[in-house]
């Protein structure tokens, strides 16, 4: 999706950069892998006994340890126990690998989407900010779902089946990205509204629309292995608070967690300890500013450009989860918007590093 290049980089500075990012990123993710978290928390040693099920001969498109499992994550993890043995390794390096491919992946599409600065920002983002890096130190499926959903973007310019194959990758990783066909279909309806992202780069509105098609089509299996069994939904009905309540008329708890959601970024944080400081907002004072700066340029340029359209509407998207269920904001049940999350601080960024150029002249 190139569309403009805020900053130009020669070729091997941008890739120096890009490389010492990853080598940060591993780091971040290597360094004292044991200790920290310290322990392995009960839900790694469940995903653990799901991917020695996987090597025993037992499969499933949906397993029903921890109240629902979706299988792809634990399909990726089983063979790392026969190469490193049933420890913490085995347990945490399917995420540390997971977690630097999503690095990698993100920069190199917000290279080709929004230029050079941008992508090497978003990427020092997501190497050393505390959200990307601790899912990917844990042994937990969620961190596989951002890398599908950057995936996905990669592809939904000019190969729409192989973004509706991510896309339903995503599907089965996560339960947040149960609905993840959504975000083209949306995609293709902004193209179709504005126009110009038609005559600009010669993508019809119809390709997302393929893509959301290919990841239904491929979601299918799964649906109806969990409208056969409804009982492997049991995490999915603890979280419908918000939802029940208003279907009875009563607003109070979605309206709680839309407020909770949206604070997320500068003035709400996590209330649970389990993967951040309780309470602590994502970002602070000046990494906010960054956000919002890049929420108003991307909003800006949307109407013209289809990188915009899609970046925010997957920030829409990303944000749902959370805005739907209890106990929000949830970081855990936002990690499908954390790609598009970063690009945006990096787009605030950018921006205002190019207005400091003007003004100093630079």
């Not at 990123?25 to 004292?32: E, H, K, S, T, V």
């Not at 630097?100 to 997501?126: I, K, Y």
């Not at 959504?182 to 126009?195: D, I, K, Q, V």
């Not at 509407?313 to 949830?330: F, I, N």
């Given at each position: 999706m190139k569309v403009r290049r805020e900053v130009e980089w020669p070729r091997l500075?941008?890739?120096?950069?890009?490389?010492?990012?990853?080598?940060?990123?591993?780091?971040?993710?290597?360094?004292?892998?044991?200790?920290?978290?310290?322990?392995?928390?009960?839900?790694?040693?469940?995903?653990?006994?799901?991917?020695?099920?996987i090597r025993q001969g037992r499969h499933a498109l949906f397993f029903r340890?921890?109240?629902?499992?979706?299988?792809?994550?634990?399909?990726?993890?089983?063979?790392?126990?026969?190469?490193?043995?049933?420890?913490?390794?085995?347990?945490?390096?399917?995420?540390?690998?997971?977690?630097?491919?999503?690095?990698?992946?993100?920069?190199?599409?917000?290279?080709?989407?929004?230029?050079?600065?941008?992508?090497?920002?978003?990427?020092?983002?997501?190497?050393?900010?505390?959200?990307?890096?601790?899912?990917?130190?844990?042994?937990?499926?969620?961190?596989?779902?951002?890398?599908?959903?950057?995936?996905?973007?990669?592809?939904?310019?000019?190969?729409?089946?192989?973004?509706g194959v991510w896309l339903a990758a995503g599907i089965y990783s996560y339960t947040a990205g149960r609905v993840a066909y959504l975000l083209p279909l949306g995609y293709g309806l902004t193209l179709g509204l504005s126009g110009a992202y038609r005559n600009r780069e010669g993508v019809r509105w119809w390709r997302p629309w393929l893509a959301?098609?290919?990841?239904?089509?491929?979601?299918?299996?799964?649906?109806?292995?969990?409208?056969?069994?409804?009982?492997?939904?049991?995490?999915?009905?603890?979280?419908?608070?918000?939802l029940t309540a208003l279907r009875v008329g009563d607003w109070g708890p979605l309206a709680e967690s839309v407020l909770g959601t949206l604070g997320v970024f500068s003035v709400a944080g996590d209330p649970l300890w389990s993967y951040g400081w309780p309470g602590v907002p994502l970002f602070g004072?000046?990494?906010?500013?960054?956000?919002?700066?890049?929420?108003?340029?991307?909003?800006?340029?949307a109407w013209g450009e289809g990188s915009y359209q899609y970046l925010l509407l997957w920030l829409g998207w990303g944000?749902?989860?959370?805005?739907?269920?209890?106990?929000a904001p949830s970081l855990v049940r936002l990690v499908g918007g954390m790609p598009a999350l970063y690009t945006l601080v990096g787009i605030g960024g950018v921006y205002w590093w190019e207005v400091m150029e003007r003004r100093l002249g630079m």
């Amino acid at each position: 999706m190139k569309v403009r290049r805020e900053v130009e980089w020669p070729r091997l500075t941008y890739r120096a950069s890009a490389l010492f990012v990853l080598l940060v990123a591993g780091f971040a993710r290597l360094y004292a892998l044991q200790d920290v978290p310290p322990g392995l928390v009960r839900d790694e040693t469940l995903n653990a006994d799901i991917a020695m099920f996987i090597r025993q001969g037992r499969h499933a498109l949906f397993f029903r340890e921890g109240f629902g499992h979706e299988p792809l994550y634990h399909y990726l993890a089983a063979p790392w126990a026969v190469l490193w043995g049933d420890n913490y390794l085995a347990v945490r390096l399917p995420s540390v690998f997971i977690g630097l491919l999503l690095v990698a992946v993100t920069m190199g599409w917000a290279r080709r989407a929004f230029g050079e600065g941008v992508s090497l920002v978003t990427g020092v983002l997501l190497a050393v900010s505390w959200w990307p890096v601790v899912f990917s130190r844990i042994g937990l499926r969620p961190i596989l779902l951002p890398l599908c959903m950057v995936l996905a973007a990669w592809y939904i310019r000019r190969k729409p089946v192989v973004a509706g194959v991510w896309l339903a990758a995503g599907i089965y990783s996560y339960t947040a990205g149960r609905v993840a066909y959504l975000l083209p279909l949306g995609y293709g309806l902004t193209l179709g509204l504005s126009g110009a992202y038609r005559n600009r780069e010669g993508v019809r509105w119809w390709r997302p629309w393929l893509a959301a098609g290919t990841a239904f089509g491929l979601y299918l299996p799964l649906a109806y292995v969990l409208w056969r069994d409804p009982s492997l939904q049991e995490r999915v009905r603890q979280l419908e608070g918000p939802l029940t309540a208003l279907r009875v008329g009563d607003w109070g708890p979605l309206a709680e967690s839309v407020l909770g959601t949206l604070g997320v970024f500068s003035v709400a944080g996590d209330p649970l300890w389990s993967y951040g400081w309780p309470g602590v907002p994502l970002f602070g004072l000046g990494l906010a500013f960054l956000f919002y700066s890049g929420l108003v340029v991307a909003a800006g340029r949307a109407w013209g450009e289809g990188s915009y359209q899609y970046l925010l509407l997957w920030l829409g998207w990303g944000l749902v989860p959370s805005g739907v269920t209890p106990d929000a904001p949830s970081l855990v049940r936002l990690v499908g918007g954390m790609p598009a999350l970063y690009t945006l601080v990096g787009i605030g960024g950018v921006y205002w590093w190019e207005v400091m150029e003007r003004r100093l002249g630079m």
